[in-house]
């Protein structure tokens, strides 16, 4: 199994690459190794591909001395190399390496290196070019690419929507905000950024995880930090899969109490309940109003379909008659509806209610309602953008930014597991810990699957998953499925990646950083 890897911002790397350094760690030992690996994946990039011509823009500071160590590796290796070079200033480091790759390739015809603003036709440039690599500013860029800078950055985005060839930037493109997720309209567009270090956090965040294209660590081989922002990959104890015994039965692998639906919404129950069966459950119960049992009932035969009481919405006089002493995990909110006797019966049952607790959707507008609803069991939330908010007294989200620190906020407000879905979906512990979730697409944008996702925490918890472990790996899982079904293009429904699981589920974890 891999190692915990961390989503940073630039400032926790800088930090941290700087208590490295007064440990006696040599950066320029650091760029000599990132150089090496990123000239690996290069060499990837360009399989197939006879003597190929690689464009190197480098910048002044250490961004652009990884990119110089790159070059220098190209062309020892005997490929055409151009680099087109911005550091009118450059840092001692960058200095260092970029005299060492003049040194080397000295009177070897394969290599050019010009200014960047000496060059009046960036395009003539990029014409013979396989691919190219941005090494200009790493975390250091923030807003929009001005000058030369942009001249180049608007010259390559050309050519690669019209060439189609590669390309790659090192650590963060420039013109993205490594740190907010902000993209200007002028940033680079790569097909795959070589993350340094840690990753960065901006670039899981819509628009920058647009420009980044494929994401793909370069490890640093160093001690790593305690920090509370983690990103959920495998190998770590929270992302698993539930394992089955040998001599496993229906009765080992957890029963599910669903409670959900009403009328009108009797399918965001039953999306709930069958992917409670697809992650694992031995046993799932659909509780519903009595009224809407016989719409439900036989429909998906594996689920048992039990009505409360015979009214078609939900109401408080029907929480005795609701036993759920005999289940294991239980999800309350999927299509229940808002009327105040619902969300007095949700209430009725969070109190009453002591085990492990998946509340989604409309259980979460009633939970909000009720802020101070004592429990005792294990909750998980999952809203999207605006139940958080509401669950946060917010008029609404503004921006990734606020998500990240709203989901925190509810979090420990309730003493909660928080999903916040969204592009990323973020998982948030009570004590802070967070974990960015690296699978989904946009074909998720449709109706139910919300609830599909609801239902599979739900399953995961009752096979006997920490909440930790059923929050992060049921999003991880839900991600998973949908990414299967985009292959064949969007248009796929709630109910497909539910029966997608057992097949992504049966396959384990792919390492989305690579």
Wanted: aromatic share 8%; charged share 15%; proline share 4%.
């Amino acid at each position: 199994m891999g190692t915990r890897v961390y989503v940073v911002t630039p400032a926790d790397m800088r930090c941290w690459e700087q208590e490295q350094f007064a440990k006696g760690f040599s950066a320029e030992v650091m760029m000599e190794s990132v150089g090496a690996q990123l000239w690996g994946r290069l060499q990837d990039l360009a399989r197939g591909v006879a003597l190929p011509h690689c464009v190197i823009l480098a910048g002044g500071g250490n961004n652009g001395g990884d990119a110089l160590v790159l070059a220098r590796y190209a062309v020892t290796a005997g490929w055409r190399v151009t680099v087109i070079d911005f550091g009118k200033r450059r840092s001692e480091l960058c200095a260092l390496v970029s005299n060492r790759l003049e040194q080397s390739v000295d009177g070897t015809m394969m290599w050019a290196r010009y200014s960047a603003q000496d060059v009046d036709d960036a395009l003539t440039v990029l014409a013979t070019a396989d691919i190219v690599v941005e090494g200009i500013s790493g975390i250091g860029y923030r807003g929009a690419p001005d000058g030369e800078v942009r001249r180049w950055v608007t010259a390559v985005n050309e050519w690669h929507l019209r060439k189609g060839a590669m390309v790659a930037a090192i650590d963060v493109p420039v013109g993205v905000d490594a740190e907010s997720g902000a993209a200007d309209g002028a940033a680079l567009r790569a097909d795959v950024t070589w993350m340094v270090g840690w990753p960065k956090r901006g670039l899981y965040w819509y628009p920058a995880c647009a420009y980044a294209g494929e994401k793909v660590r370069i490890p640093l081989g160093l001690p790593p930090a305690d920090w509370q922002t983690q990103l959920a990959v495998p190998g770590i104890p929270e992302l698993v899969t539930p394992q089955r015994q040998g001599n496993a039965h229906k009765g080992t692998q957890g029963h599910v109490a669903i409670l959900a639906g009403s009328e009108g919404m009797e399918g965001a129950a039953l999306l709930a309940a069958q992917a409670a069966l697809y992650s694992g459950a031995g046993k799932v119960t659909l509780w519903v109003p009595g009224a809407v049992r016989g719409r439900l009932a036989a429909l998906v035969p594996e689920v048992m379909v039990r009505g409360v009481g015979e009214a078609d919405t939900w109401g408080a006089a029907m929480c005795p008659d609701t036993d759920f002493g005999d289940y294991d995990a239980l999800v309350i909110g999927c299509g229940i509806g808002r009327s105040p006797q619902t969300q007095a019966w949700v209430g009725s049952v969070l109190s009453q209610w002591h085990g492990p607790t998946v509340i989604d959707a409309d259980g979460l507008f009633a939970l909000a309602q009720q802020p101070d609803i004592t429990h005792t069991s294990s909750w998980i939330l999952t809203p999207h953008a605006g139940e958080l908010a509401r669950l946060a007294g917010s008029a609404d989200i503004g921006g990734e930014t606020e998500r990240w620190e709203r989901s925190g906020q509810v979090a420990a407000a309730y003493e909660a597991v928080v999903v916040a879905k969204g592009a990323p979906t973020v998982t948030v512990l009570p004590s802070g810990a967070r974990y960015v979730n690296t699978t989904g697409n946009p074909g998720l944008a449709t109706a139910g699957t919300g609830d599909t996702l609801a239902g599979i925490i739900g399953g995961l918890l009752a096979q006997g998953l920490t909440v930790t472990q059923a929050a992060v790996s049921g999003a991880y899982w839900h991600g998973a499925a949908a990414d299967v079904l985009a292959s064949g293009g969007y248009g796929f429904t709630a109910g497909m990646v539910a029966r997608a699981l057992p097949g992504v589920m049966g396959k384990g974890a792919t390492d989305a950083t690579n």
